[in-house]
């Protein structure tokens, strides 16, 4: 006698009740897989958006504006400058890993609107600032070389509002100065996409500011203590410290707070196939209670008996957990859609990142869960009396 | 249901797509009013991939007598129409193209009565040497009462219009060279699409 034959026999003979409890399975193992997917993407794209950010401290003149739209609404005035030479001083630390130097200008452009507007230029480090945001793909042409050429990077937005591409000029107003684009880059859905970038020496040069800098970009060591750092930069004379890893720490505080509650729904989704696998099974044992008597009575022994309903048990965990994670793969896109329809901010990327251990993992969950929930319909059929059980179906 | 399934898959299989840069104005509250006084203004969003797609885009390259090129000349450029209302009424329209000029993006609006003709002319913005000049109010002084059928002979390609029209007496200010040129083709461009998203609609 083949219990797991016995097994297979039986749940195609209750073809309708096997479909929907594995249905029932499925939609539990998508649910989960799909919230252990959502919280892996949404903290992975969190990461890379912050990270992307290039460097996790920002040193500026104090009282500088160190973001360009922070500039255009003070009309372009306002900046205030530090020495080259802090350059020096920060590489000192040892937690410092590379900078990078900036020189932000804003100017008065007449001919932007009715009343005129300002525009803005970013000197960059030909050097290290490419390093520094290597996420940062192009469209056309690439990064200039030369700390002193008079070529352009344009943010994808800043060239399509000038319709600029590589090769083609551009004027500089009040200074009269002509500039080669050197290159336009894709949109990076950051600050960049609208951002002229120029070589910082050119920028010095045209306005006339030899030896000044905005800002300092500082990329700290893996590991390395930013808080240390930080407290003795504040000690540096008129500067101000703009620490992105701050920023970071309450955006991930926030996120663990979410993630509790992610991983709490993901775990309700687990119970309620528990329970459903309990229901289903315990109400075929007692549909087949004097089968199981018979079965008995020919000679199988509890220890069959539990492993035929825990087969059973498997197979519907197994076949719902596979199609549901299926499910899931097929759906990630659609869930990503309706995530970031409904949430206020979803950081770049996919945010529902599932990968094979994720599957894994749900599909473990979903059949260790359903093994677990068949241990007492397995235990309640194995404790079957053959007498008995023939003797309440003669009585029926 | 068949289109709840097509839906999804749309959703499930679309790439993932930036829109291309329209041309609004800055202020509509402010600019709508100066260009179109006493009226108000209802705003709408017009393209080419979407009121006919590649046919249009076609059309619309034939009458221009150039093509469409560059980055961001491209058929799904979101159009802004600014209807213009006068007692409850329409009284004419606000449309802007941009235009990629010698040294950035020219903005062109055209303020259009309800026949076609050229109410007000304004660039908004522009990068250019003659920039003071193609921004003044005797240049654009120029355009007022002119039509598409005044623009049908200009060529952008070699800037040159047939001579004796319209488009031909616009004079040039001193050293606008190539943005001059650029500022025809924008107007030209301009008064087509207005054409074939407003005009000839309406005579169908």
């Given at each position: 006698m083949n219990v797991y034959a016995i097994a297979y026999k039986n749940l195609l003979r209750k073809k309708t009740r096997t479909a929907l409890t594995a249905g029932g399975i499925a939609l539990s193992a998508?649910?989960?897989?799909?919230?252990?997917?959502?919280?892996?993407?949404?903290q992975q794209g969190l990461n890379r958006d912050i990270d992307n950010m290039g460097f996790q401290v920002l040193l500026t003149a104090k009282g500088c504006p160190y973001e360009a739209a922070t500039l255009m609404l003070k009309g372009g005035t306002g900046l205030r400058y530090m020495p080259e030479a802090v350059v020096k001083t920060v590489y000192k630390n040892p937690e410092v890993d590379r900078v990078t130097p900036m020189?932000?200008?804003?100017?008065?452009?007449?001919?932007k609107g009715e009343n005129g507007a300002v525009a803005a230029y970013l000197g960059v480090d030909a050097g290290s600032f490419p390093e520094m945001k290597p996420y940062l793909e192009f469209k056309q042409g690439g990064w200039f070389s030369d700390n002193n050429a008079y070529m352009a990077v344009l943010g994808y937005e800043a060239a399509e509002l000038e319709q600029r591409e590589v090769g083609d000029k551009m004027l500089i107003p009040g200074v009269d100065k002509e500039i080669t684009v050197a290159g336009v880059l894709k949109r990076s859905g950051s600050q960049d996409d609208g951002t002229i970038f120029l070589p910082i020496g050119t920028v010095q040069n045209i306005f006339n500011r030899k030896g000044l800098l905005t800002g300092l970009g500082i990329k700290v060591k893996k590991g390395a203590d930013i808080s240390a750092l930080e407290n003795r930069l504040y000690d540096l004379p008129d500067v101000q410290v703009v620490s992105m890893s701050a920023v970071k720490a309450t955006i991930m505080n926030l996120v663990n707070s979410a993630r509790v509650i992610v991983l709490g729904i993901a775990?309700?989704?687990l119970i309620i196939a528990m329970a459903g696998v309990v229901n289903t099974v315990l109400m075929s044992v007692m549909e087949r209670y004097a089968e199981i008597g018979i079965i008995k009575s020919m000679g199988a022994m509890p220890a069959d008996i539990f492993r035929m309903i825990w087969t059973e048990t498997a197979v519907l965990c197994g076949l719902g957990g596979a199609f549901g994670i299926g499910l899931a793969f097929v759906t990630a896109r659609l869930a990503d859609a309706a995530v970031r329809y409904f949430l206020p901010y979803a950081p770049n990327g996919a945010l529902v990142a599932l990968d094979w251990r994720i599957c894994a993992s749900a599909f473990v969950l979903i059949v260790v869960g359903g093994l677990a929930s068949g241990v007492y319909p397995a235990w309640r059929a194995a404790r079957v009396r053959p007498l008995e059980a023939i003797?309440?179906?003669g009585e029926q | 249901m068949r289109k709840i399934f097509f839906a999804m898959a749309m959703m499930l299989l679309a790439p993932r797509a930036f829109a291309a840069v329209g041309c609004d104005l800055n202020d509509p509250d402010r600019d709508a009013a100066r260009l179109f006084p006493g009226a108000t203004y209802k705003t709408s969003y017009l393209s080419l991939k979407t009121s006919g797609g590649v046919p249009l885009l076609e059309r619309v390259e034939a009458r221009l007598?150039?093509?469409?090129?560059?980055?961001?000349?491209?058929?799904?450029?979101?159009?802004t129409l600014y209807t213009m209302y006068k007692g409850g009424a329409a009284a004419g329209y606000i449309h802007g193209v941009n235009q990629k000029g010698e040294y950035g993006g020219i903005q062109v609006f055209l303020a259009l009565d309800k026949a076609g003709a050229i109410k007000a002319f304004y660039i908004q913005k522009l990068t250019s040497r003659a920039a003071k000049a193609l921004r003044s109010k005797e240049f654009a002084a120029q355009f007022e009462g002119l039509t598409l059928k005044d623009f049908e002979g200009y060529d952008p390609v070699s800037g040159k219009a047939p001579a004796g029209s319209k488009a031909a007496a616009i004079k040039p200010p001193a050293g606008a060279g190539a943005d001059f040129a650029a500022v025809l083709r924008a107007v030209k461009k301009n008064l087509i699409l207005m054409d074939e998203f407003v005009y000839s609609k309406k005579a169908k």
């Open positions: 998508w649910v989960l897989a799909t919230l252990l997917g959502f919280n892996r993407g949404y020189l932000m200008h804003g100017v008065f452009d007449p001919d775990g309700i989704a003797r309440i179906e | 007598g150039d093509k469409f090129h560059g980055l961001y000349e491209t058929i799904d450029v979101p159009y």
